[in-house]
């Protein structure tokens, strides 16, 4: 008789743990697709401005030209 109140007990105690634990497997997964999203938007977004900080490097590279040029032309 002791075994099988055991035996009930570790039913119950799977019963009420294992509800939980499968919720918190579902929203582990996912959160790890939401993450995985985010994290090749970021990863977009760093080219983006990586390619926009070289745009800004070679127009000041040619308004400083251009300001030379005209300096010259003063002269």
Same mark, same amino acid.
């Given at each position: 008789?002791?075994q099988?109140n055991e035996w009930l007990?570790?039913v119950? +105690?799977?019963g009420?743990v294992? /509800?939980?634990?499968?919720?918190a497997?579902? +929203? !582990?997964v996912? /959160?790890?697709k939401r993450?995985?999203? +985010?994290?090749?938007?970021?990863?977009?977004l760093? %080219?983006? !401005?990586?390619e926009?900080?070289?745009l800004?490097r070679k127009i000041?590279?040619?308004?400083r030209?251009l300001? %030379? *040029?005209? *300096? +010259?032309?003063?002269?």
């Amino acid at each position: 008789m002791n075994q099988a109140n055991e035996w009930l007990n570790i039913v119950n +105690l799977l019963g009420n743990v294992g /509800f939980p634990i499968v919720i918190a497997g579902y +929203l !582990l997964v996912q /959160f790890e697709k939401r993450i995985q999203s +985010l994290e090749g938007i970021i990863r977009e977004l760093h %080219s983006e !401005l990586v390619e926009k900080e070289e745009l800004e490097r070679k127009i000041d590279q040619y308004v400083r030209v251009l300001d %030379s *040029e005209r *300096e +010259l032309k003063k002269r």
